[in-house]
């Protein structure tokens, strides 16, 4: 028994940061809660803080500030002091551990990443990279293939695909990003290089959908159509060439407009509701 006492002793105290809190659990076990338990709780976390520090510098270089996942490591510390209890007989920083840990990967988890990513999704992202690396270490003198990473990595080759998909994921690319050499000729950005929506193309599909009702009008209607919206004419002098009043032009020009409007509409509507064929 002494010698299992003494092993694990050891083994919380193998970094200069655990400090010997005993005392304080025990104390913290027996209080209600109130400003007394508070301040108590607060030195407690205080204590292990450079524990929880060394945690997350582990997780440095992976796209967060140091200053964040330190913070993120006090929160999972926090929540392991305010659960731990010495009277299961588990020393406190192999109890803490995980729990920093945890919180850390969480949060890599559920916020860093620009745009969502299932979690399965992240996991074969994390495993591809691993596998590129230790092949880079093997002196792979060249990008490994899509099989080479599969085989390393247990992986099929489509979850290799999904996973090389999302190794760009992490972090969104700024429009402004600079994708050529600067200060040379080719020198540009992400947005140069991104299409603009063309608003013309509304007016080819309206003049697309209206083409058929307007062959089905009137002659006399189509031509107050025509010279109101395509010659720019005004319903005076449309009233004029064809002979007839303004306020005839304008009763002729809404009634084919009605007519117009209805049935493209009606025509939508019926496209919307057909049935989609089944595939052969």
């Not at 301040?39 to 140091?66: C, D, I, K, Q, Y």
């Not at 731990?84 to 551990?97: H, K, L, T």
């Not at 007016?203 to 395509?230: C, D, M, N, Q, T």
């Not at 319903?235 to 009763?251: C, Y």
Request: glycine residues 6%; charged residues 30%.
């Amino acid at each position: 028994m002494s010698t299992t006492v003494g092993r694990t002793e050891r083994a919380r105290r193998r970094h200069d940061d655990a400090p010997d809190t005993t005392a304080d659990f025990g104390r913290l076990a027996g209080l209600p809660a109130g400003p007394e338990r508070e301040t108590l709780l607060e030195s407690v976390v205080e204590a292990w803080l450079p524990m929880a520090h060394r945690l997350a510098r582990r997780f440095r270089n992976r796209g967060e500030t140091l200053e964040d996942l330190e913070q993120v490591a006090a929160m999972g510390l926090l929540k392991a002091v305010g659960h731990y209890d010495p009277e299961r007989g588990v020393p406190f920083e192999p109890y803490a551990i995980p729990t920093i840990v945890g919180e850390i990967k969480r949060h890599f988890r559920d916020h860093t990443w620009d745009i969502h990513v299932p979690r399965r999704v992240q996991e074969l992202r994390n495993k591809v990279r691993t596998a590129i690396r230790e092949l880079a270490v093997a002196d792979l003198d060249r990008y490994p293939t899509i099989g080479e990473i599969a085989e390393h990595a247990q992986m099929s080759n489509e979850d290799v695909l999904t996973g090389m998909e999302a190794i760009d994921s992490f972090r969104a690319l700024s429009l402004d990003a600079q994708l050529g050499r600067p200060g040379q000729d080719d020198d540009y950005s992400l947005a140069d290089i991104l299409g603009q929506s063309e608003g013309r193309y509304d007016a080819v599909i309206a003049r697309e959908s209206v083409k058929p009702a307007l062959a089905g009008l009137p002659e006399r209607e189509k031509r107050i159509l025509h010279l109101r919206f395509f010659q720019d004419m005004t319903q005076s002098r449309i009233g004029e060439e064809l002979g007839i009043s303004q306020m005839h032009v304008s009763r002729l020009a809404s009634h084919a407009c009605k007519k117009v409007r209805e049935q493209v509409e009606a025509e939508a509507t019926e496209a919307a509701d057909a049935p989609v064929p089944a595939a052969a």
